[in-house]
Nanobody
Framework: QLQLVESGGGLVQPGGSLRLSCAASGFTLDYYAIGWVRQAPEKERGGVSCISSSGGSTKYADSVKGRFTISRDNAKNTVYLQMNSLKPEDTAIYYC??????????????????WGQGTQVTVSS
């Protein structure tokens, strides 16, 4: 069964860090780009980051560049999102998603075909 399971969310103070994990099953992970999108109250769903199938290239939304880092371990069928210097505006539900490829346009246009259940990230003092 195709499945993406997110974990690692929680409550953190501004300036803190969290590491999200996405465990994939039911498909060959190394054939797909994987990324993260987020949904905050009163905002449209927006792409955060993606990583190519080989891990050779990455893309980030302007709002998270320099603070977030995406990585993958295909042998473990897992993708990670390291989030540093968190801000209150990062508060959202974070979803792991599957892309055919990773590009700035795919991130912008939300061109994914599958997503997980999400994990809540709350940044507050």
């Amino acid at each position: 069964q195709l499945q993406l399971v997110e974990s690692g969310g929680g409550l953190v103070q501004p300036g803190g860090s969290l590491r999200l994990s996405c465990a994939a099953s039911g498909f060959t992970l190394d054939y797909y780009a994987i990324g993260w999108v987020r949904q905050a109250p009163e905002k449209e769903r927006g792409g955060v980051s993606c990583i190519s199938s080989s891990g050779g290239s990455t893309k980030y939304a302007d709002s998270v560049k320099g603070r977030f880092t995406i990585s993958r371990d295909n042998a473990k069928n897992t993708v990670y999102l390291q989030m540093n210097s968190l801000k209150p505006e990062d508060t959202a539900i974070y979803y792991c998603v599957r892309y055919a490829f990773c590009s700035g346009y795919a991130l912008f246009a939300n061109e994914y075909d599958y997503w997980g259940q999400g994990t809540q990230v709350t940044v507050s003092s």
